[in-house]
Each structure stands twice: as structure tokens, then as C-alpha cells.
């Protein structure tokens, strides 16, 4: 199983970014699948998520400015992030959650994107 993560890149405060995650199996096989991010000298943060129900769930500090989604059809969830702030800059990983039963999962992680936003 692999997640190419892409769309990562330098952008102005305020600009925008979509980043892109691309799944080799179904992305109906995680659930949920969602996106984090690491700044320098601090912990991995969950950003957003969403659940094979279409559901989906933000941190606090990207709510209305990000927004997670899926094309089922392309095996690929995206993360559109508008009015980028200079605490957005992270590296950001795709996560897939692939469960196999009640007490059985397993998390897949694409390789990082850098996002840089800076005047």
C-alpha cells in the first residue's frame, strides 16, 4: 500500500495550496484518511480528515480556511488551504487508517510535502 502525497510548495501569506494524496488500493479500504503536519520543534498534528462516509473533521485553527475531500474515483483525497498563514508552514503527511476488523488496524503514511509560507 502506498500514499503519494504532492502539491506541496512556497507561497505568499494569504496565497493558496491544494495538496494531493493518491492511494494504490481504494480509498474506501481507510477510514478515515486525513492529513497532518509537523513544524520544526513541534509534535505532529492532525489537520483535517475524512471519513468513507464523506464526513469530516478540522482542527480548530484551519477551520474555514481548509477544506479535505475525495475523488473515490481516483483513489485520491485533496486538501485545499486558503489564506495561508506563516504557522501553516509544516511538513504535511497523508494518513490512511485501514481498519481489518474490531480491534485490528493498521496507519499508512504518503511521504511529506513541504509547505512553506513566507513573504
Known amino acids: 500500500v502506498q500514499l503519494q502525497a504532492s502539491g506541496g510548495g512556497l507561497v505568499q501569506p494569504g496565497g493558496s495550496l491544494r495538496l494531493s494524496c493518491a492511494a494504490s488500493?481504494?480509498?474506501?479500504?481507510?477510514?478515515?484518511m486525513g492529513w497532518y503536519r509537523q513544524a520544526p520543534g513541534k509534535q505532529r498534528e492532525l489537520v483535517a480528515s475524512?471519513?468513507?462516509?464523506?464526513?469530516?473533521n478540522y482542527v480548530d485553527s484551519v477551520k474555514g480556511r481548509f477544506t479535505i475531500s475525495r475523488d473515490n474515483g481516483k483513489n485520491t483525497i485533496y486538501l485545499q488551504m486558503n489564506s495561508l498563514k506563516p504557522e501553516d508552514t509544516a511538513v504535511y503527511y497523508c494518513?490512511?487508517?485501514?481498519?481489518?476488523?474490531?480491534?485490528?488496524?493498521?496507519?499508512?503514511w504518503g511521504q511529506g510535502t513541504l509547505v512553506t509560507v513566507s513573504s
Open positions: 494518513n490512511g487508517h485501514r481498519p481489518y476488523g474490531p480491534t485490528l488496524s493498521e496507519h499508512f
Open positions: 475524512t471519513a468513507s462516509d464523506g464526513g469530516a
Open positions: 488500493i481504494t480509498i474506501f479500504s481507510f477510514n478515515p
